[in-house]
């Protein structure tokens, strides 16, 4: 708000003014980060996305538990990473008057990726709840999770992209973090091959674009949180 008077003009404006919780949801994405590495190992090594139906069927009776259990942290790290992308989104704003299409596309992006990995999780879940029950049926459920999985690579590299293009002048971050968050968009986009085969070099490369995602996401949120006062 501003108030106005025959000499002066008085601003009172807070906004410019980061508060705690966004300093600290700019650390949301490296909690993510570490949940979700930890969530990834509770239920053991997957079988690939080519094995028989015997195979995946015995990996869901012998972990069903665990999947479970992973799942459930999983969803917990959303949390948080939805936290990251708000301090994100309030540094992306900032710029949006450059390339305000961009924020319109990270926007719808960012949604449809999550959402995307969070169907991929529920039909893992369950092929784990109802193993007993459909027996050879999970291969099913589990080949839809990989393809799901597999198609989020599609929004996601529009998203990590995105950001980066908008970041192109250091805008958000420094700009070095742009070579990790190429590097992580390209290798989505190649995962998305998935939902035309179920050759499992593409399983291994979504895999590869997760892990060197985290690796953006911890370097984007560390210089957010280092940078707060301009954010």
């Known amino acids: 708000m501003t108030i106005t008077d025959s000499t002066r003009t008085i601003s009172t404006d807070t906004d410019t003014e980061p508060s705690d919780w966004t300093r600290l949801g700019a650390l949301g994405g490296v909690v993510f980060v570490v949940v979700s590495v930890i969530a990834n190992f509770i239920p053991g090594t997957a079988p690939a996305?080519?094995?028989?139906?015997a195979t995946i069927t015995t990996y869901f009776r012998d972990h069903d538990g665990a999947i479970k259990v992973q799942l459930f942290v999983s969803g917990l790290a959303i949390v948080f990473l939805l936290w990251w992308f708000g301090t994100l989104w309030r540094a992306m704003t900032r710029t949006s008057h450059?390339?305000?299409?961009?924020?319109?596309?990270?926007?719808?992006?960012f949604p449809i990726g999550i959402g995307l990995a969070a169907l991929s999780g529920v039909f893992t879940a369950t092929a784990a709840a109802r193993v007993d029950t459909i027996g050879d049926g999970t291969q099913l459920l589990y080949t839809?999770?990989?393809v799901a999985g597999?198609?989020?690579?599609?929004?996601m590299f529009?998203?990590?992209?995105?950001v980066c293009v908008l970041n192109s002048r250091g805008d958000i971050v420094p700009v070095w973090t742009n070579y990790v968050g190429w590097v992580a968009a390209i290798a989505f986009l190649a995962s998305g091959l998935g939902v035309v085969s179920d050759a499992n070099v593409y399983a291994v490369i979504g895999l590869a674009a997760f892990l060197v995602w985290c690796?953006?996401?911890?370097?984007?949120?560390i210089t957010m949180w280092r940078r707060s006062s301009i954010i």
């Open 144 to 146: 839809l999770s990989l």
């Open 98 to 109: 450059q390339r305000p299409q961009l924020v319109a596309v990270a926007a719808v992006a």
């Open 49 to 53: 996305s080519d094995a028989s139906a």
């Open 150 to 155: 597999s198609t989020l690579g599609f929004p």
């Open 215 to 221: 690796v953006w996401l911890v370097c984007v949120g």
């Open 158 to 162: 529009a998203w990590v992209a995105a």
